[in-house]
């Protein structure tokens, strides 16, 4: 698959959050890449662990702001983040059982791309806009 790039049109407004974004899209380009160039299982894990830790790191960081800053629609976000982690989890269960199938690796190249995507322009754009409003600046 080509990889993904990060441009304006993902931006939502907050540089800390659109900084972490194209840390998570390099990372996914990153786990593409070994799939698709069938690279060895220990290197395939390492690049999934990398982006499942960083997501989860993501995740935390808008949440806390979401808490701190009392977000009205922190219950819908936080669900979102959690699907999302559930099926990373069983992503990486597939892999361990099953190798780098070719439902993995389109599992990773659409899924992934577009569960991103959607959830910058849909959500995080959102909170995005709310912070920017209630004039929140997030540094860490
Ligand atoms: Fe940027 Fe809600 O994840």
Redesign the pocket.
Known sequence: MVAIKWDESLSVGVDL?DE??KMLIERINDMSAALNRHHAAPKIIKTLDFLIEYTDF??GT?EKHMVKNHYPAFEA?KK??DDLKVTLGHLEEDFMEEGATEDLAGSINVFLVNWLIN??HA??TE?GKFLREQGIKMRE
Do not use: K
């Open positions: 959050i972490q974004h993501h995740f808008e976000h979102a983040h959830h910058i959500i995080d909170f």
